[in-house]
């Protein structure tokens, strides 16, 4: 069973851990090595993560049992607007495939439904495997 937590500052460690894990596997062959980590360090650091917690975004940890598969952020009103952006959604190798990131799209669908949202939006590159993941989901290419 996945269960959905938001996540807290205590939580940054986690975030980071998976983004490490799973950001070679994702953009491996998209990004070079040194762009990997720049984006990295630019994105997950302590100082990146907290901001991010203390502003807009909301995080949010999958877990099945007590072991952590995946996180997903999100920000409503994203741009002023009745939107809630999806920004990140990551989940462990050896997770895909279990429903974690369908429970998190459901989370955010969720989340979106509460504040009136009237579209959730997301980038996503074009080389990514994701966007097959994605569209089975319901999201449809836009731009």
Request: one cysteine or more; glycine letters at 6%; proline letters at 2%.
């Amino acid at each position: 069973m996945i269960t959905i937590s938001q996540a807290t500052r205590k939580d940054i460690p986690i975030i980071q851990e998976i983004a490490h894990q799973t950001w070679p596997l994702t953009y491996g062959s998209i990004l070079s090595s040194a762009q990997l980590e720049y984006m990295l360090d630019l994105m997950y650091s302590d100082n990146s993560l907290l901001e991010q917690l203390t502003t807009k975004s909301m995080f949010f940890l999958a877990y099945e049992g007590k072991t952590c598969l995946g996180f997903s952020s999100c920000e409503n009103n994203y741009r002023n607007n009745k939107v809630t952006r999806l920004h990140k959604i990551y989940i462990l190798p050896q997770a895909q495939g279990k429903g974690v990131g369908k429970a998190l799209i459901e989370n955010v669908i969720g989340i979106a439904k509460e504040n009136q949202s009237e579209v959730i939006s997301l980038n996503v590159n074009k080389f990514n495997k994701a966007v097959s993941f994605y569209k089975k989901l319901g999201f449809e290419i836009v731009a």
